[in-house]
């Protein structure tokens, strides 16, 4: 029984590691309007304006924000939209 046990902990692991969020940062600089972060947010990760303009806000006073959670790879395409659009973000 201890064997069977083991395995299903391992299993449930391995999947955790597959299955874990990643966050997608976008960080503050000095050449982006508020105007344009917002529109590239809405545009890209799919934020509401109150969304997108919360993020916008945090990112200028906090220096960075987390603008959506999830899969590695449904973010990796989103960060590099944002990069394409003069933002400077990152997946972590």
Known sequence: MAGVKEKNQSLTALLAAF???????L??????????????????CEHT??????????????????????P????KPRCTSLLNKGLSAEVL
Request: one cysteine or more; proline letters at 0%; glycine letters at 4%.
């Open 19 to 25: 299955t874990a969020e990643h966050e997608l940062v």
């Open 27 to 44: 960080f503050n600089d000095d050449v982006n309007t508020f105007d344009h972060v917002i529109d590239t947010l809405i545009a890209v």
């Open 49 to 70: 304006f109150e969304q997108a303009e919360q993020c916008a806000i945090l990112v200028h006073y906090k220096g960075k924000c987390t603008v959506k959670t999830g």
């Open 72 to 75: 590695y790879s449904d973010l």
